[in-house]
């Protein structure tokens, strides 16, 4: 069970990937072509979550409905600039410190 975080092709579990690492790779990501894809994947309990910034290139969704927790997970990640077209550094660790309060 983990919480794992993507950016481009760079992952690291949420433990390792502090502010500054966070912040260093999206900006990299917005110099080298422009669109960032930020990826949150986590496993954890009842949570089995992929969570894609809009520069991700689309897989399609799950076919299966979001339990309550997923849900609030998805609120979050939607009022943090998850599914906008510009998510920031600051975002992306505003939503990952809420998103430990929440599991």
């Known amino acids: 069970m983990s919480v794992r975080v993507k950016i481009g092709n760079q992952e690291h579990d ?52 979001a339990n309550p927790n997923e849900l609030r997970i998805l609120d979050l990640w939607q009022q943090h600039g998850g599914k906008e077209g510009h998510l920031g550094g600051g975002e992306v660790v505003a939503f990952l410190s809420q998103l430990q309060r929440i599991l």
């Open 14 to 65: 949420l433990a390792q990937a502090d502010k500054h690492w966070i912040t260093s790779q999206i900006r990299d990501q917005q110099s080298d072509n422009g669109s960032v894809c930020v990826q949150i994947i986590i496993e954890k309990g009842d949570v089995n979550l992929r969570l894609r910034s809009a520069g991700c290139p689309s897989t399609g969704g799950g076919a299966r409905q």
